[in-house]
């Protein structure tokens, strides 16, 4: 399995447009993995985590194809997350190369924004999930885990992917997770890959996000209820805003002190053996 990380920043990217905070400045001057598009993450060249306002430059950068995405996850509504107009570009008149046909999973709440002059002639279906849902979808074995965020005002999702010899947890956008997360979780057993939520860094995370403050709490039960197993799992720092204070340099540092990597516009992680 091949992850690649096409975009790791909150809702305001890194930079912020309109900020002038040290984390921004520094992103302005050095460039490289400070910057930080709206969040989206691919799976090998057929499946696609979510579909936000960067998406097609984040794919261009990285030179990759999407006409052959067989599976779209929607995480939740947010419009960081969730561009509709991304869609529309799958159309013939936009793209005359024939594209797969795709299925589109995600919450009611976010799926029922697709109009049916959208749905028209883009290539493309949408089943509705629900936290604990688990399904099979162009070769893999998915499932649907409840998040932690937007404040009970939508409904997020997080999702463990299964290609029959690697497992992948995209835990983002999710503060703490629920118990009824840890029922799915523990039931899945061992990953390989786990990319949770670090968009507060040393900040405020509220209870939607995770900060520097939650995350090892949340690593360190992961590892209890081996979900994550140390020398084999590769866990994964994701999804940073400015607001949590640290340049990209710091992130590494800090989360290095407890042997978790740190995601970047990008960034492939390559499951093998």
């Known amino acids: 399995m ?3 990380f096409l975009g790791t920043g909150a809702a305001e990217a890194i930079p912020d447009p309109y900020c002038r905070c040290r984390v921004c400045e520094v992103a302005r001057r050095e460039r490289g993995p400070h910057i930080r598009a709206r969040s989206s993450a691919l799976v090998n060249d057929d499946l696609l985590i979510d579909l936000g306002p960067d998406l097609l430059t984040s794919a261009n950068a990285v030179g990759a194809y999407l ?39 995600g919450p009611a709440d976010a799926l029922g924004m697709i109009t049916e002059r959208l749905e028209d002639g883009a290539n493309f279906t949408t089943q509705v999930v ?17 998040a932690k965020h937007g404040g009970g005002w939508l409904e997020p999702l997080l999702y463990v992917i299964d290609d029959g010899e690697h497992k992948a947890f995209y835990g983002t956008d999710t503060g703490p997770l629920l118990e009824e997360a840890w029922d799915v979780l523990r039931a899945l057993g061992p990953m390989d890959l786990v990319a949770l939520d670090a968009t507060g860094g040393t900040g405020d995370a509220g209870d939607g996000h995770h900060s520097l403050h939650t995350f090892p709490v949340t690593r360190q039960r992961l590892i209890a209820e081996g979900v994550v197993v140390p020398g084999k799992t590769q ?12 340049t990209y340099d710091e992130l590494v540092a800090r989360y290095g002190e407890f042997g978790v990597g740190v995601s970047y516009d990008g960034m492939v992680v390559a ?3």
Do not use: C, Q
């Not at 629900?130 to 070769?139: I, R």
């Not at 866990?235 to 640290?246: D, E, K, R, V």
């Open 67 to 105: 006409g052959g995405l067989k599976v779209l996850l929607v995480t939740h509504r947010h419009s960081d997350h969730w561009l509709l107009s991304n869609l529309e570009w799958r159309k013939e008149g936009f793209t005359p190369t024939p594209t797969e046909p795709m299925v589109v999973y």
């Open 130 to 146: 629900s936290g604990g849902d688990s399904w099979t979808a162009g070769g893999y074995t998915i499932t649907a885990v409840p």
């Open 271 to 273: 499951l093998e053996g």
């Open 235 to 246: 866990m994964i720092a994701h999804h940073f805003s400015h607001n949590g204070h640290l």
């Open 2 to 4: 091949k992850f690649t």
